[in-house]
């Protein structure tokens, strides 16, 4: 399973599905966008204090740095099923906005967007045990003082407005 998510805010529901998926032996890599490299705090804040969580579970989980925010929606399944929209792994896209995916299951467009998401992995970096992105002595590499205190404000606001980030 091979998923790309700008936001990374998992429900309650999106836990339990993965961690069945990761019990059954199925390997999940996840890529979402970095301190550095998001547009938006909110959903930045809520993800944070989980990164230790998803790689202690088994999740291959990568951060962007690239210069521009990642924007896709995409994800692979069992390399055949590709799945493609604008539905974001948070609350807000489960709970309050119109969100949509096309499904697709075809061995060839699975192959093109695995491509696809796997050329995303050259501007990215895993995270370690540490919760930390691999290759840095830092938790926020590349990020301005000014937003991590941004983030560190938004992190305990964030709990209070969870459903709506």
Same mark, same amino acid.
């Given at each position: 399973? $091979? $998923?790309?998510?700008?936001?990374?805010? /998992?429900?309650?529901?999106?836990?339990?599905?993965?961690?069945?998926?990761?019990?059954?032996? !199925?390997?999940?890599?996840?890529?979402?966008?970095?301190?550095?490299?998001? *547009? =938006? @705090? #909110? /959903?930045?804040?809520?993800?944070?204090?989980?990164?230790?969580?998803?790689?202690?579970?088994? +999740?291959?989980?990568?951060?962007?740095?690239?210069?521009?925010?990642?924007?896709?929606?995409?994800?692979?399944? &069992? *390399?055949?099923?590709?799945? +493609?929209?604008?539905?974001?792994? *948070?609350?807000?896209?489960?709970?309050?906005?119109?969100?949509?995916?096309? !499904? @697709? *299951? &075809? /061995?060839?467009?699975?192959? %093109?967007?695995?491509?696809?998401? &796997?050329?995303?992995?050259?501007?990215?970096?895993?995270? =370690?045990?540490?919760? #930390?992105?691999?290759?840095? &002595?830092?938790?926020?590499?590349?990020?301005?003082?000014?937003? @991590?205190?941004?983030?560190?404000?938004?992190? %305990?606001?964030?709990?209070? %407005?969870?459903?709506? %980030?």
């Amino acid at each position: 399973m $091979i $998923i790309e998510s700008p936001y990374l805010v /998992p429900t309650r529901r999106f836990t339990e599905s993965l961690q069945r998926a990761l019990q059954r032996g !199925v390997h999940v890599r996840i890529l979402t966008n970095s301190l550095s490299s998001t *547009d =938006n @705090i #909110w /959903p930045q804040a809520a993800y944070v204090g989980k990164r230790r969580w998803f790689v202690h579970q088994g +999740v291959e989980l990568w951060e962007y740095f690239g210069e521009e925010s990642l924007h896709a929606k995409t994800a692979v399944f &069992d *390399d055949k099923v590709a799945v +493609v929209g604008s539905y974001n792994l *948070d609350p807000r896209s489960a709970n309050l906005n119109t969100e949509l995916v096309v !499904v @697709i *299951d &075809d /061995p060839e467009w699975a192959r %093109i967007l695995t491509a696809s998401m &796997d050329s995303h992995l050259e501007h990215a970096s895993p995270i =370690n045990l540490k919760g #930390w992105p691999h290759g840095f &002595d830092e938790k926020f590499p590349k990020v301005s003082k000014k937003k @991590i205190w941004k983030l560190r404000f938004a992190r %305990i606001i964030a709990p209070f %407005i969870r459903g709506q %980030i």
